[in-house]
């Protein structure tokens, strides 16, 4: 926990920097550069020492999917998607290696651009949106709350298992604590920095955004838990990889987008 606090206490001012001075140029090129480690993470996972070339491959190209997702043009993040497609498994049809396992290694190249590239874009999507620092902050804001929530609650009160099978310590009553601790940030965070929120905003992003978080979490658990590792990586003390602290996040940002846009941006 002493290691957690302390890489949170030098990181969260560093991303605070990040989102609020730089321009999109930058913004842009700095989520590519996060979804480039993640995907290395990912495919470490998943192909332990297979298919080296095809994985430095590909986490290139799904960090180049990220200024796709920025141009906001739906046929252009289609066409990276529809040439990626055709790029890895025109690929894969030549280098096929192992012929009984091929198009499973090919189907889950291609789930990690969906995974990490594709949702972790949206982040960049909610910076462009009116307001877009405000909603990011709120997003993180919710996500942690939620995770803080849910920590403490499990270990004080938590009695009944969530779902053991996934995430054999998490409990039922630190996911409602996780739900109440998210509810109570939107409501912070309409009081302080974003006041364009109302009741209705508060609870529907608090609920909403801090059940996505677990279930982001989750899903990383089940991917982590398939491959057979504890932690997606090393590189943040304390804390595992990158993708470890973006599971809920990645969850999280689409639906902040969505909402956003359909709601404040018309």
Known sequence: ????????????????????????????????????????????????????????????????????????????????????????????????????????????????????????????????????????????LIVMASDTGAYFSGITLGRHKLYPAISPNKSIEGSIGGLLGGLAAAFIASYTFFPMLDSVDCLALGLGLGAMSQLGDLFESMVKRACGVKDSGTVIPGHGGILDRLDSLLFAFPLAFYYGFFLFSR
Not at 52 to 72: H, K, M
Not at 108 to 120: D, H, K, S, T
């Open 1 to 140: 926990m002493k290691q957690r606090i302390l890489t949170a206490i030098i990181a969260l001012p560093l991303l605070i920097v990040i989102i609020q001075f730089s321009g999109p140029f930058w913004f842009t090129l700095f989520t590519s550069l996060i979804a480039a480690v993640a995907l290395y993470e990912f495919y470490h996972m998943g192909f332990a020492d297979k298919r080296r070339p095809e994985r430095f491959l590909a986490i290139a190209y799904g960090a180049f999917l990220v200024p796709l997702c920025a141009l906001q043009q739906v046929y252009a993040l289609q066409a990276g998607l529809v040439f990626a497609m055709l790029l890895f498994g025109l690929i894969f049809l030549w280098r096929f290696n192992d012929l009984q396992h091929v198009v499973q290694q090919l189907a889950l190249l291609l789930f990690g651009f969906i995974y990490v590239p594709l949702l972790l874009g949206h982040l960049v999507l909610l910076r462009a949106l009116p307001f877009g620092r405000e909603w990011i902050y709120l997003v993180l």
